[in-house]
């Protein structure tokens, strides 16, 4: 079946970089849009980032705008998210999701990732 796997996650103190990457098997990478959505403790799972498929199209959320950076390399089936001037709040298991339309609900995606954890010391 589909599997998509992140990688990247840690721990990392305020106004640090974290890069996540995302690789896809059994799926034809090239054809889908892929996102980022994170999730903290207690609140629901929320988007962060979303990518077309061939990647000339990008949305952030208002929260990560101008601090991180969505792209894909469709060679590698792989998706990544470079993460930059780190917060608190930004504290969160972060997935990575395949979807056939560019959309930042997550009932559009199909396919998910089990996660990676990043922290945010302050």
């Known amino acids: 079946q589909v599997q998509l796997v992140e990688s990247g996650g840690g721990l990392v103190q305020a106004g640090g970089s974290l890069r996540l990457s995302c690789a896809a098997s059994?799926?034809?990478?090239?054809?889908?849009?892929m996102g980022w959505f994170r999730q903290a403790p207690g609140k629901e799972r929320e988007f962060v980032a979303v990518?077309?498929?061939?990647?000339?199209?990008?949305y952030y959320a208002d929260s990560v705008k101008g601090r991180f950076t969505i792209s894909r390399d469709n060679g590698k089936n792989t998706v990544y998210l470079q993460m930059n001037s780190l917060k608190p709040e930004d504290t969160a298991v972060y997935s990575c999701?395949?979807?056939?339309?560019?959309?930042?609900?997550?009932?559009?995606?199909?396919?998910w990732g089990q996660g990676t954890q990043v922290t945010v010391s302050s």
């Open positions: 999701a395949a979807s056939t339309v560019v959309s930042r609900d997550v009932w559009q995606y199909d396919y």
């Open positions: 059994r799926l034809t990478f090239r054809l889908f849009v």
């Open positions: 990518i077309s498929q061939s990647g000339s199209t990008t």
